[in-house]
């Protein structure tokens, strides 16, 4: 299937910042589910959420505008060409513990930063906003040569993010740790995020309490 952006530009899969790559860790045990995206793993982990009544999150439909679709046979369409309808925000939104919560979650292959290149001006726009009506923005920042997994809070990223200009054009890991949040790997569910989405909130609650 051919997939074009709005303005026309072909759209290829390997020059997307997404996090679809499949990543094989070198050395953690994956327990059956080795090869999985993060993507896929967070939705692994969202349905755990969901089954369990711990939280309603799932993954934004992708707004795509169909143009051409082929019909092989009478019981089958083949979309042939499809383009993006409009830019799409985050990956993730939902609630928890009452919270409105809108994430991003990212890849990295980089061992000692994280690029900015990663994001888009719409998607830190979307966030801003959300954060103004006291929703509870993140990004799950997965280092794939470590196999390590942070939650990392938007004050650091639109810090970067808004000094760009005149900045550097990545965060470098060792203040993503420092100010972040790590995520352990589990049984059930996959990708235990909501503990790191835990202390997150208690850290704005704190700060707001000041």
Not at 15 to 43: C, D, W
Not at 54 to 64: G, L, N, Q, T
Request: overall charge positive.
């Amino acid at each position: 299937m051919t997939l074009n952006y709005p303005n026309g530009q072909h759209y290829s899969q390997k020059q997307s910042n997404t996090f679809k790559a499949k990543h094989k860790s070198p050395s953690r045990i994956v327990y059956g589910n080795r090869g999985m995206t993060l993507e896929q793993e967070i939705n692994d982990s969202n349905q755990y959420y969901l089954e369990r009544e711990i939280a309603v999150i799932h993954k934004k439909p992708i707004p795509i505008q169909i143009v051409d679709v082929d019909y092989p046979k009478r019981s089958a369409a083949v979309i042939k060409k499809a383009y993006f309808k409009t830019p799409s925000t985050t990956d993730y939104n939902g609630i928890y513990r009452g919270y409105y919560l809108d994430f991003e979650a990212k890849e990295t292959k980089n061992k000692t930063s994280f690029p900015l290149s990663n994001f888009h001006e719409h998607q830190i726009k979307h966030m801003k906003a959300c954060e103004k009506q006291h929703g509870i923005c993140f990004t799950i920042v997965r280092f794939v040569s470590q196999d390590e997994l942070y939650l990392m809070p938007t004050s650091l990223l639109f810090n970067y993010w808004d000094n760009q200009a005149h900045g550097r054009k990545s965060i470098p890991k060792k203040e993503i740790e420092d100010v972040s949040f790590k995520i352990e790997y589990s049984l059930q569910p996959r990708i235990p995020y909501l503990k790191a989405v835990d202390l997150l909130i208690n850290q704005i609650e704190g700060d707001n309490n000041e």
